[in-house]
């Protein structure tokens, strides 16, 4: 059985990482690709690394061009995805890249993003516990946010583990790709490199409900996050540095133990040897996740650490993951572990 | 008058930018430069970017050396600054850019360096209450870290003004040159270009106790940190994210309110405009310190950022701005608060 | 006296680097700043590494404005700095950045700008045989453009001593911060961050004519110039790769000389010590130029290197040097040597 | 059947490529992996992208260790390869990464290498005439360099075409891995990150003799080649910039033929669309290569540019490459022409 993948957003930064993994998914054939204002254009001029697509041409992202596809991976702005959906019917696999349908609370959505709320899909992200049993079979996928996945990954295991306060600190680097492709003076190449800035300092992130969400559900209560983005001189990449506040009794021996627990089974994300620590080119280009933990006990605080490519485990590789929870096909098909590098 | 300044350690990053800048001092007029195993060589191979050194050559780091100087400079490794100081007696005025002379607590030094403790020196942060008055007239100088410099002014209006709880919480971002000029395989271009990682984690960079000790004296009693340094692919730069736990009462303005008191008359402390963040490129090649300072009521906290160049108020230029003082010049002589940008 | 300067362009990169140097230059005050759609803004919000004029707030670039200064930096796009010229008179110094009055041959102008040749003026590279006497006391100075300054300094030795044939190919690299602070896709961070690639191959750059018309002067004859400049992942710095093939006779000792020669008593020329090679780090916001030369037997061909800093001597820093010569200052006042690196 | 290959210095930039190719290659099982230093270390420590293979500990290389395998990579330094492909037998396939078995004249070995020479092997370019006949079950294959596969590449057709005189000039940025692993000062990142230089210039560098040697080939006499390899702030990529003056008669047409009708079935070669131009970023990770060419009529020369990445097209995926051809399996197996971008 092949299944017919379209992309709806083919000209970003999201689609275009989307495509250079179902160029290598032995269960995809490849389908319509539309894009915005660049409907019309060859991809090759848009998306010169993806040489087997080069001569595709992008179409308007409509009802009709998307229809008699099997999976419609929506890397749409913020917002727009509701619509899409809607007009393709319950049968289809819709996979939202965007944030439209991770936030369960309405009153998060509208106050975050201005506007009504549009709902919640099964979230994307497997590792969870819980995740993998609603996305089998479902028709509807909500892809995680890069930040929330570096985040989620690195201290669920703490709260789960019943080792850490529900008070979590955040500060995390990431990749200028986050930011996407529209070009923008503060993102030209000649500002960001040389250069380490933060941005929606204080709480003001889009993506700061998303892990308190995560993070609430693994602590069984309310957990407050200061959440700290910052820009990097690179392209890809995610280092999240997370913190919490560790509970009477807490040992590095308890929380080392935790998290082997937790991740001894996971394809994806890989707990690093005791002194070794992540890096985010270790992952470029990789779904892999490398975690890595600490006790500082002067500090009492439990330390824990992750990497991750933001546009692959981030978003379209943890995209593909999903979808091949939803199809039941091996969970890993068509990903690597392996990053490239130097 | 003239003031001769020789400079131990001329070859390393450290020293070059303390000639970079002692070039364009109007007051000092540059006498030996030493070397290690670089003794012998030209100024030019090994600094090319100081051309008019170029024709300088190295000379062993010896007391004859360094005789008949007024100033000397010490851009040694950790724990060989005490023995070249005794030798230069109490006249000269010994500025050490290493870490022998900063802590207080012998107990912190050999947990942290591991030998006996050298003792202490007037702490050159002149920004920090009483340290003016105690650098003024002084012969022995300690420059402090780069990593507390930065931390240490973006905190500690924080402490003073009594609105933060006795615990930080630091992630901070650095430059290569931070970690120096020996060549080691995890600082090759192709490691670092593309990539943030972290190391120290969990309490074990030297640098923690130097901001326990700044912080607690802030706060007028012990304060916890829990930093996390990690390395940024650029050069220079430190990018310092700070928080806090607010106390009860703590407002955006009354934070606000205390950042302005602090750094209003200070020359090289900058409080950004409102909506502003800093960013390690304004402040490249500079004595600058941009800082900027949030609120976020829902995580609790009271976020501190500051961007410096950790050569030059970091290192080489906190060292001139105190030589200035201790030699009863002005402060900002042969300093400048622009930034090489973009 | 002191010499007031308006600076009108004062947004981008070029005028930020000038301001960077007026701000150090001992003769000069800053006047008026304007800015195109930036008019009403704040210099610290578009120029944040200019701590010293943050609060100042740009202009429209009219007449009336730019009126009641002794000199007006013109850093506008190509083809508008004649109509603002003609409206400030004959007694002031103007010095156009642009590249409107830089070439001789209208032909040129138009085959390469596509508009009407707004005429020549003194032309502002002074290490050119006779510059500085067409620069001394004139009122109007064509700044060179970033690639022909280096290309020049690079190639005229050659030509000057009878070496080189009238053939001469050209291979620049320059950082990003040359094609302008305009937000454009292809010069977004992440596009440019790990990635060289070229532009205007085969002869279409707007520099071309520039170098020909330089080189040919050199030369006392035509001169063919095969240029290809390249992006690369750098916000400063052009390194450019020259050769050109040897007449017969020419040896590596008479190329060296002839170097030798030519750049013995430049203040800003420096010819580096044979086995040494220029970087573009080394001259990183400094108005020196690094220069090296051998003879490749084996291909029969001269290469001739060298580095800039392409806002520094190849932009703002030339206009500032030629500027001193106009005013009758020292040519090098307010400028330095000096490299930021690393 | 399973092929099964030892990699002989794994711990290098080279030999991790090889692996992470190799880990996707359907047709192999990866066997020993040999280090020098390195030798008892795990894998994970040294390449800690290669997830799959983190806990595999390096052996020595030795024959004992390389024995039983059916394919043995050496990624050794420069004259090590045959005392260990001696030891090996005439049934092995001996793929050799290093440089010993490249140059046909034994006085260019000697001149560049200074030792020895070992003599000749089938050369792992197939796109040149003849080559794959000759890597056709072949039992012993040495890879091009990294510079001369992205130079010929460029040239060779036309050379082939008659189209360009027996001279080029060729100026080349590689990302630094191309220089290895091994710790330097001048590949620091804090040296690499915001420079530019050019290196070997004059004709020392030791890929010149096997330039000339594949052009000299293509053009049926020989061919001087003026090359200069500068080092550019990006871990991989190489962006070739390759001249050659025309022949009479040449036209734009005639030059863009001639590429077509080169290119035109090669699976891994790709001539760009007219407009278009090679970007290193394109070909990250990719066993691809992008080529343009443009003919300047003004200044008489055919302009070839190509961008590969050094360490796949360049290295390892060459080596791969070959490989299949030598075991009969399909060219492409377990190669990408998809590149990691942005």
Same mark, same amino acid.
């Given at each position: 059985?092949?299944?017919?993948?379209?992309?709806?957003?083919?000209?970003?930064?999201?689609?275009?990482?989307?495509?250079?993994?179902?160029?290598?998914?032995?269960?995809?054939?490849?389908?319509?690709?539309?894009?915005?204002?660049?409907?019309?254009?060859?991809?090759? $001029?848009?998306?010169?690394? %993806?040489? !087997?697509?080069?001569?595709?041409? #992008?179409? *308007?992202?409509? &009802?009709? /061009?998307? @229809?008699?596809?099997?999976?419609?991976?929506?890397?749409?702005?913020?917002?727009?995805?509701?619509?899409?959906?809607?007009?393709?019917?319950?049968?289809?696999?819709?996979?939202?890249?965007?944030?439209?349908?991770?936030?369960?609370?309405?009153?998060?959505?509208?106050?975050?993003?201005?506007?009504?709320?549009?709902?919640?899909?099964?979230?994307?992200?497997?590792?969870?516990?819980?995740?993998?049993?609603?996305?089998?079979?479902?028709?509807?996928?909500?892809?995680?946010?890069?930040?929330?996945? $570096?985040?989620?990954?690195? %201290?669920? !295991?703490?709260?789960?583990?019943? #080792?850490? *306060?529900?008070? &979590?600190? /955040?500060? @995390?680097?990431?990749?200028?790709?986050?930011?996407?492709?529209?070009?923008?003076?503060?993102?030209?190449?000649?500002?960001?490199?040389?250069?380490?800035?933060?941005?929606?300092?204080?709480?003001?992130?889009?993506?700061?409900?998303?892990?308190?969400?995560?993070?609430?559900?693994?602590?069984?209560?309310?957990?407050?996050?200061?959440?700290?983005?910052?820009?990097?001189?690179?392209?890809?990449?995610?280092?999240?540095?997370?913190?919490?506040?560790?509970?009477?009794?807490?040992?590095?021996?308890?929380?080392?133990?935790?998290?082997?627990?937790?991740?001894?089974?996971?394809?994806?994300?890989?707990?690093?040897?005791?002194?070794?620590?992540?890096?985010?080119?270790?992952?470029?280009?990789?779904?892999?996740?490398?975690?890595?933990?600490?006790?500082?006990?002067?500090?009492?605080?439990?330390?824990?650490?992750?990497?991750?490519?933001?546009?692959?485990?981030?978003?379209?590789?943890?995209?593909?993951?999903?979808?091949?929870?939803?199809?039941?096909?091996?969970?890993?098909?068509?990903?690597?572990?392996?990053?490239?590098?130097?």
């Amino acid at each position: 059985m092949v299944v017919r993948a379209a992309v709806a957003g083919a000209s970003g930064y999201a689609g275009g990482e989307l495509l250079r993994l179902l160029l290598v998914h032995p269960g995809i054939e490849i389908g319509a690709l539309t894009g915005n204002s660049n409907a019309g254009q060859r991809l090759g $001029a848009l998306q010169p690394h %993806l040489l !087997p697509l080069a001569d595709r041409v #992008l179409e *308007e992202t409509t &009802a009709e /061009v998307l @229809a008699g596809h099997d999976v419609v991976f929506l890397a749409l702005p913020h917002g727009q995805s509701a619509a899409v959906a809607e007009q393709l019917g319950p049968d289809v696999l819709v996979v939202d890249m965007g944030a439209d349908f991770r936030l369960k609370d309405p009153a998060d959505w509208e106050r975050f993003y201005g506007s009504a709320h549009a709902g919640t899909w099964p979230y994307g992200l497997p590792e969870l516990p819980g995740a993998r049993a609603a996305l089998e079979g479902s028709k509807r996928i909500a892809v995680p946010g890069c930040y929330p996945t $570096a985040v989620t990954l690195a %201290l669920v !295991p703490a709260y789960t583990a019943g #080792l850490a *306060e529900n008070e &979590a600190v /955040v500060v @995390a680097a990431s990749g200028t790709s986050g930011a996407g492709k529209a070009p923008k003076a503060h993102l030209l190449g000649s500002e960001v490199m040389g250069s380490m800035s933060p941005y929606g300092v204080g709480g003001g992130h889009r993506h700061t409900p998303e892990m308190i969400q995560n993070l609430g559900a693994a602590a069984g209560g309310p957990v407050t996050v200061s959440f700290t983005p910052t820009l990097a001189p690179m392209s890809r990449g995610i280092l999240a540095t997370c913190s919490a506040k560790a509970r009477p009794g807490t040992t590095a021996e308890s929380v080392r133990a935790a998290y082997e627990k937790a991740y001894a089974d996971e394809p994806f994300v890989h707990l690093l040897p005791e002194g070794q620590w992540p890096a985010t080119a270790s992952v470029h280009g990789s779904n892999a996740v490398q975690v890595q933990v600490a006790y500082d006990a002067a500090a009492g605080r439990i330390i824990a650490i992750s990497a991750i490519d933001n546009l692959t485990k981030g978003t379209a590789g943890g995209a593909v993951q999903s979808m091949n929870i939803a199809l039941g096909l091996d969970e890993g098909t068509g990903l690597s572990t392996i990053g490239v590098a130097p």
